[in-house]
């Protein structure tokens, strides 16, 4: 059974770093796009960073500079480096991995964890 375990939120003051980890299982994180995205209350989900199997990365804009995403492939994880974290960072950080098995796509979510950013 495919699974995407994430780890490493927290609660941390402005300007500090956190680095968030997503681990899978019956899921190849190498020949997959791994995203991560976050959800703040009221607010929509939206994607923070995506590496794909190529290794192309790409974050959104209020997070280019202070975000890194890289792959360990012999460990099949994920991490999201956070650094200069601001209050508005504060959200449900989300895993993400897609991609095409047997000519069929898949999508799975990790159970989110929460990083709340203090002023």
């Known amino acids: 059974q495919a699974q995407l375990v994430e780890s490493g939120g927290g609660l941390v003051q402005a300007g500090g770093s956190l680095r968030l980890s997503c681990a899978g299982s019956?899921?190849?994180?190498?020949?997959?796009?791994m995203g991560w995205y976050r959800q703040a209350p009221g607010k929509a989900r939206e994607l923070v960073a995506a590496?794909?199997?190529?290794?192309?990365?790409n974050f959104a804009d209020s997070v280019k500079g202070r975000f890194t995403i890289s792959r360990d492939n012999a460990k099949n994880t994920v991490y999201l480096q956070m650094n200069s974290l601001k209050p508005e960072d504060t959200a449900v950080y989300y895993c993400?991995?897609?991609?095409?098995?047997?000519?069929?796509?898949?999508?799975?979510w990790g159970q989110g964890t929460q990083v709340t950013v203090s002023s």
């Open positions: 993400n991995a897609g991609g095409t098995r047997l000519g069929r796509p898949y999508d799975y």
């Open positions: 019956g899921i190849s994180i190498i020949t997959s796009v």
């Open positions: 590496i794909t199997s190529g290794g192309r990365t």
